[in-house]
């Protein structure tokens, strides 16, 4: 059986919404993240994922960790019904995914760090700004892309827009502003109240 390490508070989040998206059965094994003596930092843990940071799977011997390819994984291998089925529908997917890796994620955990994660004598007021100057601008390609397209996937949500809003879930969690981002914070809210991911976010909430 598939195996997810990691707390549902963390990136493991991404993984176990797919695993729910997906219907893969699985055994969630919680392991301590920025805390004293994290689990991540154990050596048995190291074993498995030596960047001792979370989620890892074990999927019956096959061991893999970075939560974007461990999903794309998954999707792939369980034959999600969200996973494209055609080559062009799988580079659409491979484009968002990269640009929510590359271009908005960074920002948006930076802001929350500086503004809600750290302790106030450890957050860095200036960085949260700039950081916040910068997801400003990802946001709005996020927003330009759905008032000419209903989903990133196209015509119906598929992997491309779980790979994006597993990301940026984050933004609902810290309860942001999107009402600059009509469409996005809409299209955001009908990919979080879907059934698996209403499962996963019971995990964490």
């Known amino acids: 059986m598939l ?4 707390q549902p508070k963390s990136r493991a989040f991404r993984v176990l919404w797919l695993a729910k998206e997906a219907g ?3 055994e969630h094994i919680p392991v ?3 805390v004293d003596n994290a689990g991540c930092k154990e050596p048995w843990y190291l074993e498995l994922n030596p960047n001792a940071r979370v989620p890892t799977i074990d999927d019956d011997g096959f061991v893999m960790w970075e939560s974007a390819a461990i999903n794309l994984y998954l999707a792939e291998k369980f034959k999600a019904s969200i996973f494209p089925t055609t080559l062009q529908g799988r580079g659409r997917m491979l484009q968002w995914a990269f640009f929510t890796a590359n ?5 948006m955990i930076a802001m929350f760090q500086n503004r809600v994660l750290f302790p106030p004598e450890k957050r860095n007021a200036a960085l949260a700004d700039a950081s916040e100057a910068t997801l400003l601008t990802k946001l ?10 209903k989903y990133f ?3 119906q949500w598929d992997m491309a827009d779980f790979m994006v809003a597993s990301v940026v ?3 609902t969690a810290i309860k942001y502003d999107l009402s ?12 979080i109240e879907r059934p698996a991911a209403k499962e996963a976010r019971k995990l964490r909430e």
């Open 3 to 6: 195996k997810i390490y990691g």
């Open 24 to 26: 893969i059965p699985y």
């Open 32 to 34: 301590s993240i920025m």
């Open 103 to 107: 271009d908005v994620e960074p920002p």
């Open 140 to 149: 709005k390609i996020l927003e330009a892309h759905l008032s000419k397209n």
């Open 153 to 155: 996937g196209g015509n």
């Open 169 to 171: 879930y984050t933004l």
């Open 180 to 191: 600059k981002f009509p469409k996005f914070g809409a299209w955001l809210t009908e990919s």
